[in-house]
């Protein structure tokens, strides 16, 4: 597992066959990007990757973010050691530097990131007064398919 570790984490996937979406490849660097979008001709687009040593950001929105990825390995593998897991992903002791307006969209049936997860990042985040949403009947891979998601999105965004 040590040694697998970071494919079983970081796994592509097959872009969706629906003839709705269109999946655009950006290479940069020997990596290959794959976006997918969903048939809005004509609304304005942002795709943005930024370093750590970029200008502050005035909103964050989180779709179904986690504590620390350690925590979360050990929910699905509790018999692997933590101090083995070479990506740790420490989002909650980060969290006291965010100052950004902040949304978090949670599914109540997250199997892959628990929505206690979730919470807990969401506690950490409480000087931001973030706000939240959790889909009921949603799980990891289709909360963004649920009623409102894009417009609550939009509006927290104000775009």
Do not use: C
Not at 38 to 49: L, N, R
């Amino acid at each position: 597992m040590y040694l697998l570790q970071r494919q079983m984490m970081y796994f592509p996937w097959a872009a969706p066959e629906h003839t709705r979406y269109e999946v655009i490849d950006i290479e940069s660097g020997g990596l290959m990007i794959k976006v997918v979008t969903q048939g809005s001709q004509g609304e304005p687009a942002v795709i943005y990757f930024g370093g750590n040593g970029e200008y502050a950001v005035s909103h964050l929105v989180l779709i179904s973010p986690y504590d620390s990825i350690a925590n979360v390995a050990a929910k699905h593998y509790p018999f692997f050691p933590r101090s083995l897991i070479k990506d740790k992903f420490d989002s909650v002791s980060w969290a006291s530097k965010i100052s950004a307006k902040t949304l978090i969209v949670m599914a109540r049936d997250d199997d892959i990131i628990p929505i206690s997860h979730s919470q807990r990042l969401l506690e950490a985040l409480k000087h931001t007064q973030p706000i939240s949403m959790v889909y009921d009947q949603a799980d990891h891979n289709n909360v963004h398919l649920k009623a409102g998601f894009m417009p609550m999105i939009r509006g927290f965004l104000a775009l």
